[in-house]
């Protein structure tokens, strides 16, 4: 165990997080979510929900100021049910850490799994609400002081 990281975060998972660098995205999965048909690289964090590991996440991952949108989720099939409960959770981890971001914006759902395509790592959680997925974009770390 390390002192100040949250239990929650594997060191799978902190060797990813300092790995990345800005821009690069993160994507915090549910547990349907195809991870390993889109991910090209994809750790398990089973048994967790994604708002707290959210919510562990953030002390330690700026999120990109020079993008519209640095936290992105997937916007419900037309018709599907949807816990907004699911992205309330979210935005209260983002205001927690880093309450000047942007409203978490939404992609339609094949356009989130190409976007899923494209990031640095997918974390394969045990979250089983639907529409439990966000895609978090790496800011730059500032100077210490």
Not at 65 to 79: F, I, K, N, Q, R
């Amino acid at each position: 165990m390390l002192r100040g990281i949250s239990p929650l975060i594997s060191p799978e998972l902190l060797d990813v997080l300092y790995r990345m660098g800005h821009g690069d995205e993160l994507v915090l999965a549910d547990a349907h979510f195809p991870g390993e048909s889109v991910g090209q690289r994809v750790l398990r964090a089973d048994g967790l929900r994604v708002a707290p590991l959210l919510d562990a996440i953030l002390p330690l991952f700026v999120l990109d100021s020079y993008v519209d949108s640095p936290a992105l989720t997937m916007e419900p099939v037309p018709g599907d049910d949807f816990d907004p409960g699911v992205e309330a959770g979210f935005r209260a981890a983002i205001d927690r850490h880093a309450p000047d971001t942007p409203a978490i914006a939404r992609l339609e759902r094949f356009a989130f799994y190409e976007r899923a395509r494209a990031a640095y790592a997918v974390v394969m959680t045990g979250e089983t609400a639907k529409y439990g997925n966000i895609i978090l974009a790496k800011g730059v770390t500032p100077p210490a002081g």
